[in-house]
T-cell receptor, first 112, second 115 residues
């Protein structure tokens, strides 16, 4: 039973435009959310996170938005660059958990 | 100077064999993890160790046995391999005890193929 869902397996965007990645979760006990980025033949690397006490967190070109009532978060990348082409995983954890629950990932391709 | 390393990177073996995957981290972290990425691409936690002590043991067949000889190493031994064990296995580590805000550092993965 997947508690974190990324319904778009892929996204193609032109260089310089905005990339918007979406993530939905079902567990209302989740209170911390993260995005990881993964290149081929490498492990995932941490990108950005947000606590449930916030609705937005920004780090350079990356912004994560959290809508708790809709159990939805999104990652915005502005402007998109060729080096952003990767798989992006959404992950979540609850206060009483000792683990991260991951989505299946969204493959982003940035076109020159 | 790889922070989290895994060996081997690729492993092809036959059903019924026993194999091990090794993981080492040089970050001084206290907590280490094993994840499985299956054909549907979900990353699922299998085990977590904190200071050599098992703290997470998800619903994993007991053919899988983690072993932590010290804080820097967490190995995964798999007995009687089955076709369904084919996946990419990732090792990860984080500082201190588990907190979601503690960034997890992942190894490059081991692609296991069981024929």
């Amino acid at each position: 039973d997947q508690q974190v869902k990324q319904n778009s397996p892929s996204l193609s965007v032109q260089e310089g435009r905005i990339s918007i990645l979406n993530c939905d979760y079902t567990n209302s006990m989740f209170d911390y959310f993260l995005w990881y980025k993964k290149y081929p033949a490498e492990g995932p690397t941490f990108l950005i996170s947000i606590s449930s006490i916030k609705d937005k967190n920004e780090d350079g070109r990356f912004t994560v938005f959290l809508n708790k009532s809709a159990k939805h978060l999104s990652l915005h990348i502005v402007p998109s660059q060729p080096g952003d082409s990767a798989v992006y995983f959404c992950a979540a954890s609850g206060r009483l958990d000792y683990k991260l629950s991951f989505g299946a990932g969204t493959t982003v391709t940035v076109r020159a | 100077d790889t922070a989290v390393s895994q060996t081997p990177k690729y492993l092809v073996t036959q059903m019924g064999n026993d194999k091990s995957i090794k993981c080492e981290q040089n970050l001084g972290h206290d907590t280490m993890y094993w994840y499985k990425q299956d054909s549907k691409k979900f990353l699922k936690i299998m085990f977590s160790y904190n200071n050599k002590e098992l703290i997470i043991n998800e619903t994993v067949p007991n053919r899988f046995s983690p072993k932590s000889p010290d804080k820097a190493h967490l190995n995964l031994h798999i007995n009687s391999l089955e076709l369904g064990d084919s996946a990419v296995y990732f090792c990860a580590s984080s500082q201190g005890g588990y907190r979601p805000s503690y960034e997890q550092y992942f190894g490059p993965g081991t692609r296991l193929t069981v024929t």
